[in-house]
């Protein structure tokens, strides 16, 4: 995938996995990698040879293999969302300070030229003031959220290639089953963060940058019942309520997840619809900012008709610096002292 493809790029020093069927491929392209399940053997046996550990595991597991890293001096790469509770997050970014290395969230959008733009046209007074912000997706859905056909689920014996202890890590021992592994565990309380953990971090990306927002000082959540004990709702819609930072206004951010209808935008085309895989839209005093998609790839003022209407006038707003083709590099740059 995208973190091995990017550490090829650099000196490969050891690859950890838990389940040598879902990596075989990865082994089979670096033979001579040496290869662990336990990333804790991994940094004792190597760990004078490693300088920087990529970690892209189920949720449950980031903070665990994280902090033993960190423990190390070792600069980390962790996959989002960072961690599995709120108290994990904090640790780990006061840990980050303590030992004083380089670290960097898996949240590609955050480096896209789109996430620049967006930026751009908000400081330069494009959009007006903001204070609501409409963000959706199409989760929780297939192959990564799917309720068992029963509660609890149906249990068997783990597959001769995947060690279940290692699999579950800091969490209660069970008993295996395939409503869990490989990809189905981001429904489950205790190995993932439901569809919010699971998207929200991209989606909600550009509106936390470019409008400071800060911490929420009201949080209201409706969703639907859970299928099961243990198991997340199958929908939910969140409202953020941030209060006044300086001279920029209250907002409101809400999240829809699949199943709820989604508001419109009050500029937009009327026979349009919203785009059904996500999207986010803020609505300025003087324009509407809008993006498709989980992450701002193609940023726009809608509608489309007004955005080229002023694309002439947007592409003389000064340009930020671009940071490189995606969080990895940039993680990479700032540990050699070439970067932010």
């Known amino acids: 995938g995208y973190a091995l493809g990017e550490a090829a790029k650099e000196n490969l020093v050891a690859m950890c996995d838990v389940d040598d069927a879902r990596a075989a491929n990865a082994f089979k392209k670096f033979p001579n990698v040496p290869r662990f399940k336990d990333f804790r053997t991994m940094l004792d046996k190597l760990g004078k040879d490693i300088d920087a550990v990529s970690i892209s595991t189920p949720d449950h597991t980031h903070f665990a293999a994280a902090m033993a890293a960190m423990e190390r001096g070792k600069h980390v790469f962790v996959q989002k969302p960072l961690a599995h509770n709120i108290w994990q997050v904090r640790t780990l970014r006061k840990a980050a300070r303590h030992y004083k290395v380089i670290t960097q969230m898996g949240n590609q959008g955050h480096t896209f030229t789109g996430m620049r733009r967006i930026k751009e046209w908000v400081d330069a007074g494009v959009v007006g003031d903001v204070r609501e912000v409409i963000t959706w997706t199409?989760?929780?859905?297939?192959?990564?959220?799917?309720?068992?056909?029963?509660?609890?689920?149906?249990?068997?014996?783990?597959?001769?290639?995947?060690?279940?202890?290692?699999?579950?890590?800091?969490?209660?021992?069970?008993?295996?089953?395939?409503?869990?592994?490989?990809?189905?565990?981001?429904?489950?309380?205790?190995?993932?963060?439901?569809?919010?953990?699971?998207?929200?971090?991209?989606?909600?990306?550009?509106?936390?940058?470019?409008?400071?927002?800060?911490?929420?000082?009201?949080?209201e959540i409706e969703r639907k019942d859970p299928p099961g004990k243990g198991f997340i709702p199958m929908g939910s819609v969140v409202t953020y309520h941030f209060p006044a930072r300086g001279k920029k206004p209250p907002v409101t951010l809400k999240w829809y997840e699949k199943g709820y209808e989604v508001p419109k935008p009050m500029r937009w085309q009327k026979d349009k619809d919203l785009p059904s895989g996500g999207g986010m839209y803020m609505e300025g005093t003087k324009e509407t900012l809008y993006h498709a998609g989980m992450r701002p790839n193609s940023p726009m003022i809608t509608p489309g008709k007004r955005f080229m209407e002023i694309k002439s006038d947007l592409v003389k707003i000064p340009k930020l610096p671009a940071v490189g083709n995606g969080p990895i590099e940039e993680w990479y740059r700032a540990i050699k002292g070439d970067g932010p």
């Open 138 to 219: 199409n989760r929780p859905n297939p192959p990564w959220f799917v309720p068992p056909s029963s509660f609890p689920p149906v249990t068997g014996s783990a597959p001769t290639t995947l060690d279940w202890d290692l699999w579950q890590g800091p969490v209660q021992n069970r008993d295996y089953s395939a409503d869990y592994v490989p990809v189905k565990w981001r429904g489950w309380w205790d190995y993932g963060c439901g569809a919010l953990g699971d998207i929200g971090c991209h989606t909600f990306d550009a509106p936390f940058l470019v409008l400071d927002l800060g911490s929420p000082t009201k949080v």
